[in-house]
RNA sequence: GUGAGCGUAGCUCAGUUGGUUAGAGCACCAGGUUGUGGCCCUGGGGGUCGUGGGUUCAAUUCCCAUCGCUCACCCCA
């Protein structure tokens, strides 16, 4: 038996309403909020991840799924979308059409990681991204956006965590201090931290390992070496998640993994999910559109994970959809008539009505089964004592009614249907 | 890449201290009188006990390998 790649999951119909809310939640926030939609290609050429993402991320050095195609040109799938919709603004002059640009997608990603809970090889992510501008209103209003979907999914145990972590010489300036402090302690650093300490020396805040923990508590922190613009803009963002009434938290040791980021980054995350948290994160990138061979234009943007999100809809049960269900059912009562009620159906659906009926024989009872099974309203006998006087027998599933209807008065009977 | 746990029907799981035709619930199908559901009752189909090898008179059960799944580390959404 061939079986679905290893950390890719089908999506089958007995899920699909959750995911189709999700979606419709989706589309009415960001048209609340005034974004639009684009659609980027799931797969680009390499080398704009890896001068976007960074080279010496996880991501790019050791996770994504990249191939040459017929033509020996380097492809990757998108491991993210941030890259992508840069690379469109870039290509399309989006940013001489419109002095900001306020997106949305929605769309798998991929990602060779171990599988494990929240967590996928290919996975879906939304996220949008503003570009044109450097109010920090806009990174407020990214944190705005991800949490007001978060909480109209009736989510509860969520904490939204802000940093900032200033401009590039700032940020420089900022690791050598750094470096310095932890340049004594080093030999006391976890394995792990140690090869952080030249790759990626940020990182070792986030370190799960107590010693680590222990070094790093007396840290000096990003936060208290930011550059005026940074710490203003920062303030900003927290007057206004304020305002608005979003509770967060300042996280000093919130540092993202992506090398695009500059100033304002957040994360969300939710205690419903298991180790994999994060539900969604994001941040301001500057300096990102110029490096990808852009105009200078100020950016900044979220994603969220939506397998994670609806793992954590399932864990806290927050979410209860009614079932789907058809308008009508139609039963044929006698086998030679089976193109009559295939016929009904189609003048059915023509005034949009859905409808269904048996395509294996079966009996009346098991056509009624059939018919509670989809959920019907009502139930159509074709046939019959009462067909042969030009009759259809009606039933109202929820009280049992039946009445009967000529088949001449097609409108009646749309008309019953749709009551 | 590292570590741990688990693989018995479509699903959730029992079971065998190694021994005849491997079980339950749910799901599916058919019936419960001549054309009427949701509840209930009866019956039925469906399993090379993940795969390969070893030990044994005998393996689903013990051992090894392999594949897969799950969770965690790492990293991230």
């Not at 050429?45 to 960074?54: K, M, N």
């Not at 140690?194 to 790759?199: E, I, N, Q, V």
């Not at 995350?269 to 994999?276: A, L, P, W």
Request: aromatic residues 8%; charged residues 30%.
């Amino acid at each position: 038996m061939i079986k679905a790649i290893t950390g890719t999951k089908d999506i089958l119909p007995a899920d699909i309403s959750r995911w189709q809310y999700l979606e419709k939640l989706l589309r009415q926030t960001f048209q609340l909020f005034n974004y639009k939609e684009i659609r980027t290609p799931i797969f680009e050429e390499t080398a704009l991840f890896a001068r976007s993402i960074g080279e010496e991320t996880d991501i790019v050095s050791k996770e994504m799924y990249t191939f040459k195609d017929r033509s020996e040109t380097s492809i990757t799938l998108r491991p993210e979308n941030t890259a992508g919709v840069v690379r469109s603004f870039i290509e399309q002059s989006l940013g001489a059409q419109q002095s900001l640009n306020k997106l949305y997608y929605i769309g798998p990603m991929f990602r060779q990681e171990r599988p494990q809970a929240g967590r996928l090889r290919q996975f879906h992510q939304f996220g949008a991204e503003a570009l044109g501008s450097t109010s920090p209103l806009l990174d407020a209003e990214m944190i705005q956006i991800a949490f007001h979907i978060l909480k109209s999914l009736g989510l509860k145990n969520l904490i939204v965590k802000i940093n900032s972590l200033g401009i590039p010489e700032v940020r420089e300036n900022y690791k050598n201090v750094l470096r310095d402090y932890l340049k004594s302690k080093k030999e006391k650093l976890s394995e792990d931290s140690r090869k952080r300490f030249d790759t990626n020396i940020l990182r070792i805040f986030d370190s799960k390992i107590e010693v680590d923990q222990q070094i790093m508590k007396d840290a000096p922190l990003l936060i208290d070496h930011l550059d005026e613009q940074s710490i203003n803009d920062f303030t900003v963002v927290k007057n206004y998640l304020s305002k608005v009434g979003i509770p967060f938290e300042v996280d000093p040791a919130l540092v993202r993994g992506l090398d695009y980021y500059t100033k304002t980054t957040f994360e969300i995350v939710s205690s419903s999910v298991g180790s994999q948290s994060a539900l969604c994160g994001g941040g301001r990138y500057d300096l990102l559109v110029e490096e990808l061979g852009g105009k200078p234009t100020p950016g900044v943007g979220f994603a969220a994970g939506m397998e994670r999100i609806l793992l954590a809809c399932e864990n806290e049960k927050s979410l209860n959809l009614i079932n789907d269900s058809v308008d009508a059912y139609l039963i044929r009562i006698d086998p030679e008539i089976e193109m009559e009620v295939a016929k009904i159906a189609s003048d059915l659906r023509r005034e949009n009505l859905s409808c269904d009926y048996d395509y294996l024989n079966r009996s009346v009872k098991a056509q009624m089964r059939e018919a509670n099974k989809f959920n019907a309203k009502f139930v159509v006998f074709v046939g019959g004592d009462e067909y042969k006087l030009g009759e259809l027998n009606v039933k109202n599933l929820s009280d049992g009614n039946q009445q009967l209807i000529k088949i001449t008065d097609f409108e009646k009977l749309i008309s019953l249907l749709k009551s």
